[in-house]
């Protein structure tokens, strides 16, 4: 799926306006890029195409301008070889239209996203402030996969997943909390055994 045209109809503080992205070219990368300065509606802009694919979230913080009612995004896209329209509008159900303005079935876009949700989409294939701190934030944490690879790649430990498994391993064959069996069980039973031969 790629985005042709994203129509900003009736959404934020946007009104009539459309960002043409253009058609494929045929061996060429194919990447779409939105800067400009502060509060131009690079945000919203992101927003609205996330709603278009995804839906309007039952509070959107985009409807000071345009009331729920009347809220509108548009897009072209490409889907399957095919360009087609679509529009979507603020409303609990039926909010996906066509061309025509007829109402279809979700699964017509999602069903083109791998069944992915709107967090993941997000995550996977946009980048802004947020999703930046966001996962700087994890890498700090070392939380997730880049977080954990990166972590190793700077400490020179190219293989740090595989050596905390070993050494859990080898801690849980030792000693694991409330189990009978293991090497310290093993060596308590044995201690007392040799303790009782001992004292016999």
């Known amino acids: 799926m790629r985005l042709q045209r994203l129509d900003l109809t009736r959404y934020g503080t946007f009104t ?18 939105i800067y400009g300065p502060n509060e131009a509606g690079k945000s919203t802009t992101l927003a609205a195409f996330l709603d278009l694919l995804f839906g309007i979230g039952v509070q959107s913080p985009f409807n000071f301008l345009h009331s729920y009612p009347t809220m509108r995004i ?3 896209l490409e889907i399957g070889g095919a360009t087609r329209m679509f529009t979507r509008i603020k409303r609990a159900q039926n909010s996906l239209l066509d061309a025509d303005d007829r109402p ?3 699964s017509t876009i999602r069903g083109e996203l791998g069944g992915i949700d709107r967090d993941a989409y997000r995550t996977m294939f946009s ?11 994890s890498i700090l944490a070392s939380k997730g996969d880049l977080g954990e690879l990166l972590f190793s790649a700077s400490a020179g430990l190219a293989d740090l997943s595989r050596r905390l498994l070993d050494l859990k391993g080898e801690a849980d064959r030792f000693y694991k909390y409330r189990a009978r069996s ?10 007392a055994q040799l303790k009782l031969e001992r004292e016999q």
Request: no cysteine; charged share 35%; glycine share 18%.
């Open 16 to 33: 009539g306006r459309s960002i043409d992205f253009g058609t494929r070219s045929e061996g060429q990368v194919d990447l779409h890029i």
């Open 74 to 76: 548009g897009g072209l």
């Open 104 to 106: 279809i079935a979700e």
């Open 127 to 137: 980048l802004d402030d947020e999703t930046l701190e966001k996962g700087g934030e």
């Open 182 to 191: 293991g090497e310290l069980s093993d060596l308590k039973a044995r201690l």
